[in-house]
């Protein structure tokens, strides 16, 4: 059976890559003030700042914070936030858009109470026409993240996502009220709404024109003069085009067009709506899998939480461009946004950089997994919340399916067969172009409420890798999805030996349990360690790529996150289960994801190359674009080894003698690539390295700047845990540091950090003035380190 979705024409929001202008120049307080809704309440006093904001991310770790490790090990509290704006005298309305403010949110303006949203991760908006004025305007915002723990994960506090100031004609387009659907043969369905808030009948024409990349008019179509009455709101209206010669939007080729929807009273325009679009078509096959544009598409694809690492929850544009680069390079083709909404510039960039996304909605329905989450406030706010996700989403070409929950425990009982009922149904009622499924732990039909509601339109399991073959056995007739995998656990750089054996940690019966960890609450680099529930990555991806009916997966996860720090407790702070890990430095893991989902050459050797004389050393290689690998110490040949049909990497057991490791990769006895591993010296300087030295001005550009020790040969020193003081002079700063250390308790805001394992990060932050920045990294006993950087246009 084939089953047949999002065989349409799909509308992109369009983001705006740097700060609007209201977000600027702020107010803030941390502790509750009942007063500050007031608009003359005095806050000359508070911290200015630019918004989006993390108030928790620039506070110390500590065990004893009430979010727990679980949540990051950081503060949270409740805070105020106010905006003091001048509006000229209009005759519009105006509305303000939250993307997103964690949690609890209440907003006011000039004192009116606009209203309450507690889920801390959907956009809102507010139409605060009736409360505004000619003049000077107050906007309060109170931000309550004090109930805690309510996650399970590391959140962030505050208004964390952009804010708009919206000024709309009394004519216009309901807010995201636009809709395009469409075939492959290029025939467009647009659909939407209008209002009328002025007291008069307008009678209107809406035109909607599609340009190419290059900006050449494609086509255009006007619905029929429609009569809107004084007062309307909701008036629908349905339109159509043929698109010839389409160009579709792909993995490799994320072409877009550009639309226009105007809404026009004779010559005059009285609201425009600038998009873009992407064309695609996709289905799933129970037999053969996934087909993007009816191509064979294998889902190869991670899970993501929210936070950037140092920056906190924080929305930037560039540090959400930086993790989804680092990905592409490793193959990554799709992300699962785990386990909630996303910020809107991530599906920006996700249509532009070619990425399949999963939106998912909740973590939790009724049943709770913390004693503050989002249980308490699901029965009053779910349906709002699923459509204000849907409706700001569902025109994204990136966005292939929705996940109406994660790991819900509502597995487990009848009351999961009404409510996934009721949520695919609220779901559907606003776009039944893309395939709705639940992540399901329960991975046995029988016993899982939410499957038998029959509502689903996929098979989505979370791990249970060793029913995979047996899944139609399970599942007749069913699509299998893998919506989270593995759960492997690693620290970057850090390798316990013998590499052959694997086990589980923590585990799920005595037999299989490591009691204690390492002293330095390291987990191995090698793929060897996961927890009870998942698999190491070999043993999952084996299963995936051998069978065509297994669609793809989702890695848990992309990236090493704040919180969730299993298998260690305090001071671990943040999680081990990255490819990536928190500073964006990969894991050993991802270029074994990198030899397998993509087809550049490639080879990488490991371990380092630093161990006590005689010590039996585990290397292994990843490679693909060749037929073996030959291994030479110090110019001495240790042998040829060759992947089998099952293998993914390569191994040798060598006693370890100082000097070069060098792997040579070939083909049809043709060198592909060499590797060369050196033993290093003692630290002699530090080498900084920026991933870009050009940035912009004026939003908030980033330059991640590599920070590595190395010895007088420039050979990294694998164990080098030197102390580094970053400072700058010009019109930047040092938004965070870190070094991929999970254990690290030191404020990710210090501007001082000891390298792990040889390497550290600094975040370099453009401000509002443009010139050259300098960057100096000093550690005793090395020299000085300096690296120019320029903002500008």
């Not at 340009?211 to 179509?221: I, K, P």
């Not at 690998?629 to 370890?656: C, I, M, T, Y």
């Amino acid at each position: 059976m084939r089953y047949l979705f999002g065989l349409m024409l799909l509308l992109g929001v369009q983001v705006s890559l740097a700060q609007s202008a209201f977000d600027r120049d702020w107010r803030f307080r941390l502790g509750d003030d009942s007063l500050a809704s007031r608009p003359d309440y005095k806050d000359a006093g508070w911290r200015k700042l630019d918004l989006p904001h993390d108030w928790s991310i620039a506070g110390d770790f500590s065990p004893t914070h009430p979010a727990t490790t679980q949540g990051g090990a950081l503060p949270a509290g409740i805070g105020w936030y106010r905006k003091t704006f001048r509006l000229p005298a209009t005759d519009k309305d105006v509305r303000v858009e939250f993307d997103g403010i964690y949690r609890d949110s209440e907003v006011w303006i000039n004192g009116h109470y606009l209203g309450k949203r507690p889920n801390g991760y959907v956009s809102f908006a507010y139409d605060i026409t009736p409360y505004t004025k000619a003049g000077v305007n107050v906007l309060a915002v109170k931000v309550d993240n004090s109930r805690q723990p309510n996650s399970r994960w590391y959140s962030g506090s505050g208004i964390y996502r952009h804010v708009r100031l919206v000024m709309k004609p009394k004519v216009a387009f309901a807010h995201q009220s636009i809709f395009i659907r469409g075939n492959a043969a290029g025939e467009m369905y647009i659909t939407g709404a209008l209002h009328n808030h002025t007291a008069k009948a307008a009678r209107i024409t809406v035109l909607h024109k599609l340009y190419d990349a290059s900006g050449r008019l494609v086509q255009q179509a006007a619905v029929t003069p429609l009569q809107l009455n004084a007062g309307d709101t909701g008036v629908t209206f349905a339109a159509d085009m043929s698109v010839d010669r389409l160009h579709l939007w792909s993995i490799e080729d994320p072409y877009r067009y550009r639309v226009v929807s105007e809404i026009r009273q004779g010559s005059a325009v009285l609201d425009s709506v600038v998009t873009f679009t992407g064309i695609r078509s996709f289905y799933f096959d129970e037999n053969r899998g996934f087909f993007l544009n009816n191509v064979s598409t294998k889902i190869k694809g991670v899970c993501l939480h929210h936070d950037l690492g140092a920056l906190g929850a924080a929305v930037n544009i560039r540090a959400i461009e930086r993790q989804l680069e680092i990905l592409k390079a490793m193959g990554c083709n799709a992300i699962r946004t785990a386990h909630n909404p996303p910020a809107p510039e991530l599906l920006e960039l996700c249509d532009r950089m070619g990425f399949l996304v999963m939106v998912e909605a909740f973590d939790m329905w009724r049943k709770k997994k913390n004693k503050f989450d989002y249980y308490a406030d699901f029965d009053a706010w779910h349906r709002q919340d699923l459509i204000d996700m849907v409706k700001r989403d569902r025109n994204h070409p990136s966005v292939f399916m929705w996940s109406i929950g994660n790991e819900i425990r509502e597995q487990f009982d009848s009351s999961g067969i009404r409510l996934t009922r009721e949520l695919v149904s609220i779901v559907k009622a606003v776009d039944s172009t893309r395939p709705v499924i639940c992540a399901l732990s329960e991975w046995n039909p029988e016993k899982n409420f939410i499957w038998k509601s029959g509502a689903l339109d996929l098979v989505a399991l979370n791990y249970h890798h060793e029913v995979y073959e047996d899944f139609h056995k399970h599942y007749p007739g069913q699509v299998f999805l893998g919506s989270e995998q593995m759960s492997a656990f690693a620290t970057r750089g850090h390798y316990d030996m013998p590499a052959d054996s694997s086990y589980f940690w923590p585990a799920k019966s005595p037999q299989k349990i490591v009691e204690k960890g390492n002293p330095d609450y390291t987990v191995s680099a090698y793929d060897q360690v996961s927890a009870y529930w998942g698999s190491t990555h070999e043993a999952t991806w084996k299963l995936i790529r051998k069978h065509a009916f297994l669609s793809g997966l989702f890695v848990w996860s992309g990236f090493d996150f704040l919180g969730e720090p299993i298998p260690y407790p305090w001071p671990a702070r943040s999680s081990y289960y990255g490819i990536v890990d928190l500073a964006g430095f990969p894991k050993d893991a991802y270029y074994m994801y990198q030899s397998e989902w993509t087809s550049k050459p490639m080879l990488h050797l490991f371990p380092h190359w630093n161990w006590q004389p005689g010590q039996v050393v585990d290397v292994w290689a990843y490679y693909n674009q060749a037929d073996e690998v030959e291994l030479f110490l110090n110019g001495r040949s240790l042998g040829v080894q060759r992947k089998g049909a099952d293998d993914l990497h390569v191994a040798w057991k060598v006693p370890f003698a100082p000097g070069a490791l060098k792997a040579v990769s070939k083909r049809n006895g043709k060198v592909v690539l060499e590797k060369t591993i050196y033993t290093a010296g003692t630290p002699a300087r530090i080498i900084l390295t920026p991933d870009r030295a050009k940035l912009k001005a004026r939003v908030r550009d980033l330059s991640f700047v590599t920070a590595t020790v190395v010895d007088a040969a420039g050979h990294l020193v694998p164990d080098a845990d030197n102390r580094l003081q970053f400072t700058i002079e010009g019109p930047g700063s040092i938004a965070g540091t870190d070094n991929g250390y999970q254990a690290d308790t030191v404020s990710l805001k210090n501007t001082a950090r000891k390298c792990w394992k040889g390497m550290a990060l600094a975040i370099v932050q453009t401000g509002d003035r443009k010139g050259v920045i300098r960057l100096k990294a000093t550690s005793p006993g090395l020299p000085a380190a300096s690296l120019t950087l320029t903002s500008g246009e």
